[in-house]
């Protein structure tokens, strides 16, 4: 008998429309009453390390699925009539999946929040962050988003009626809700959020948002508007031939046919500054920090200075590898204290540099012909038409190239039959030698990075590992047949499927890896792992009895198992009467399984495990909000 939660009564439905499944996640949150190891059928029930009386699961699809992977914010499958589909519940869907892939890119859309682009089907997005009322493509389409400016999370457009409208998209507050255990549980409401209209502006040539104000270059005149006090006081002359506006935390600086004009401070305590001579042909200017102004000229050669307590203070910062003369700038930008720029010198290839003073070339971005930047991180376009980004020296995430192929994730790494790329690895990793993915397995301990069977470009099949686990990287094995799979640890994998099982790297706990006679599975947890062979089902590894590892009596039997999931220190089993059980520890209720008919397909990650079965997709143990806070969403 299910009892319901009043909190969350609502229906997860699955849209798979065209060739694109849009997963709209309603969570259904239940409590489940008498003793789930009793209806286990097991006359040896397993025990449990620190009981936990929350009995509780969520139905996150009624339609079953052949899960793939879960963790404490997400859940990813395909439907079982059509497995060339992918869906992803929960976090996923505060992400642009669909919008990931980048055809002929026309112009980059940064923001601090969102990495975008314009190609030939308008506004396409690869990294987000936060929640959204609106999507940010929405967003970014609403106005001329050749000028768009953010800040402190809005975002900003000019608008045909020659307004700014300001739009927030994050909004949203946190409340205290009483579960009926008598706890609360902190949920995340959304809110419409407002738009900011500012103007309407005669002849907009420039604007920048300071916390909720806007500064706007009107034609000649700097026109300030907003409820926030400014830090400066602006300037009221106007600037005959104004051709841009910069402004920071206390100085506001235009660019005019005389130079630059800048003014610091408030009207009490007023500084002015005025610069002439090369700043007379600069074409765009850039605020660079609290007291730093950049520019370029026709010719894209920089110029930087430093704006000091007295108006006599100003201090030339162009970076001092840009004014070589043996340097051709292509490109160069700021944002925030950052600078970057695109070079040649001489006859070497490009570089893209970037740095606060000195700037340091980034690796793999020789073929780049064009870039764009905030302080949060830098997106490049090469002769190809791939996007890669960059924070400082480290991968950001990049979209893949729209080739019809099907797009494949793993925690971190993304790829199609044209690309592979893995964020947050350092900018020297290269995947261009990543032609094609055979298959892939999530390396336990970082569950974000793959081990992978790939072919390179000479169609030669390999075996890689990405990631924190050097050893796995450094001594995988050469690959014997084409018909092995997979299973990666904390400093241990294994190859298997062909004549011979091969394990690398650390042995787990001291404890050696079982001989194992032509595995159908095998699968790593925390310090641990567990296989599936001809003999029946065995699992090793690191203090197995204190942690109530141990294969149950009977459950190692010949054929008894016949599918299983590992979470850190538990263990998940179908058996071959079709029931579900689970043994370990059970501090985040893992352990408290649901009452299912006829399962399929199991996934754990943590203390987190779903189900696919009669009943739809029912997860359970450790959740985040990702997948309860959905029923408000």
């Not at 730093?292 to 030339?316: F, R, Y």
Request: glycine content about 8%.
């Amino acid at each position: 008998m299910l009892k319901f939660n009043d909190s969350f009564k609502s229906i997860l439905t699955i849209l798979i429309a065209s060739c694109l499944p849009i997963a709209l996640p309603i969570a259904l949150t239940c409590a489940l009453t008498g003793s789930a190891f009793a209806d286990a059928g097991f006359n040896q029930a397993p025990s449990a390390g620190s009981i936990d009386t929350r009995d509780s699961y969520t139905v996150v699809s009624k339609a079953p699925l052949r899960l793939e992977s879960v963790s404490t914010t997400s859940l990813c499958g395909r439907p079982m009539t059509s497995p060339e589909q992918r869906l992803c519940l929960g976090e996923a869907l505060n992400q642009v999946d669909a919008n990931d892939t980048v055809s002929r890119l026309q112009r980059f859309l940064l923001t601090e929040t969102h990495s975008c682009a314009v190609d030939e089907r308008g506004v396409r997005c690869w990294k987000t962050s936060g929640r959204y009322q609106r999507p940010i493509q929405e967003i970014l389409a609403s106005g001329d988003n050749s000028m768009v400016r953010s800040s402190g999370g809005l975002v900003c457009l000019p608008q045909k009626d020659k307004t700014i409208v300001c739009q927030n998209s994050e909004q949203g507050e946190w409340i205290a809700e009483n579960q009926p255990d008598g706890t609360t549980k902190n949920i995340f409401i959304k809110k419409i959020p407002a738009n900011t209209v500012f103007g309407p502006f005669k002849d907009l040539r420039d604007f920048h948002i300071i916390d909720s104000s806007l500064c706007a270059l009107d034609g000649e005149e700097v026109i300030c508007q907003g409820n926030q006090e400014l830090r400066f006081t602006p300037p009221t002359r106007k600037f005959p031939g104004a051709k841009g506006l910069s402004v920071s935390y206390d100085t506001v600086c235009v660019l005019y046919s005389e130079g630059l004009s800048c003014t610091k401070g408030t009207k009490d305590n007023l500084v002015e500054f005025k610069i002439g001579d090369r700043w007379q042909s600069a074409k765009t200017v850039f605020p660079s920090g609290y007291d730093s102004i950049c520019a370029v000229d026709d010719k894209e050669a920089p110029m930087c200075v430093n704006l000091g307590e007295k108006s006599s203070d100003i201090t030339d910062v162009t970076p001092v590898r840009l004014k070589s003369p043996d340097v051709k700038v292509v490109k160069f930008m700021t944002s925030g204290q950052r600078k970057c720029a695109l070079i040649e010198k001489d006859s070497a290839p490009r570089s893209l540099v970037c740095g606060t003073s000195d700037l340091e070339p980034i690796p793999n971005t020789s073929e780049l012909t064009d870039f764009s930047m905030t302080e949060y991180g830098t997106c490049g376009v090469d002769k190809k038409g791939l996007v890669s980004c960059f924070y400082n020296t480290v991968h950001m995430p990049s979209p893949l190239p729209e080739d019809g192929s099907k797009s494949s994730t793993l925690g971190l790494c993304r790829w199609n039959d044209s690309r592979f790329h893995c964020a947050n690895l350092d900018a020297a990793t290269d995947f261009s030698d990543i032609k094609k993915v055979i298959s892939s397995t999530a390396i336990s301990d970082t569950p974000h990075y793959p081990c992978l069977i790939y072919e390179n470009q000479s169609a030669v099949r390999s075996l890689r590992c990405f990631g924190g686990a050097y050893q796995l990287m450094e001594e995988a094995p050469p690959l014997s047949n084409d018909d092995l799979k997979l299973a990666a640890g904390n400093s241990t994998a294994c190859l298997y499927g062909g004549d011979a099982t091969k394990c690398w790297g650390s042995l787990i706990g001291n404890a050696e890896v079982p001989n194992l006679s032509s595995p159908k599975k095998i699968s790593f947890g925390d310090d641990y792992a567990c296989a599936i062979d001809q003999f029946g089902f065995v699992c090793w590894g690191h203090k197995m009895e204190e942690r109530e590892l141990n294969v149950p009596a009977n459950m190692g039997d010949l054929d008894f198992v016949v599918d299983f999931s590992l979470g850190d220190n538990h263990v998940c089993a179908i058996t071959r009467e079709s029931r579900l059980t689970c043994w370990g520890q059970n501090d985040e209720g893992q352990l408290n399984y649901p009452p299912v008919t006829n399962p399929v397909s199991i996934v754990s990650s943590g203390d987190t495990n779903c189900v696919s079965s009669d009943e739809g997709v029912t997860c359970w143990g450790a959740r985040s909000d990702a997948l309860v806070k959905s029923a408000h969403d």
